[in-house]
């Protein structure tokens, strides 16, 4: 059974940091790019609206990619023995709240529908 469990959010304050982590199991995900989203408060999932993307990497090349609202902020990395995704968060902003979920899709597939999802963890960030 594959699964994916996000860990590290919490309640920080403005200009803080916070890394959250991503542990990836039940299959190698060497063909994978394993990804970053989030979902604001109030912005519940409907059918059509995507969550927004924050970053992705592929699993087996280390190759990145940010969205504009968080590169420079945000670093996304992997740890292969530990078979871990990683996204350290500097510079936090109170519009950065939300629940923030790990997703990975294979190599070439689109981030429009995922094939797994781990199950969120929320971050605040006070102002």
């Known amino acids: 059974q594959v699964q994916l469990v996000e860990s590290g959010g919490g309640l920080v304050q403005a200009g803080g940091s916070l890394r959250l982590s991503c542990a990836a199991s039940?299959?190698?995900?060497?063909?994978?790019?394993m990804g970053w989203f989030r979902q604001a408060p109030g912005k519940e999932r409907a059918p059509g609206k995507e969550?927004?993307?924050?970053?992705?990497?592929?699993?087996?090349?280390?190759?990145?990619l940010y969205a504009a609202s968080v590169k420079g902020r945000f670093t996304i990395s992997r740890d292969d023995a530990k078979n871990t995704l990683y996204l350290q968060m500097n510079s936090l902003k109170p519009e950065d709240t939300a629940v923030y979920y790990c997703a990975a899709t294979r190599v070439g597939s689109s981030w429009s529908s995922p094939e797994y999802w781990g199950q969120g963890t929320q971050v605040t960030v006070s102002s």
């Open positions: 039940g299959r190698t995900f060497s063909s994978y790019a």
């Open positions: 969550r927004e993307f924050l970053a992705d990497i592929s699993w087996s090349t280390g190759t990145t």
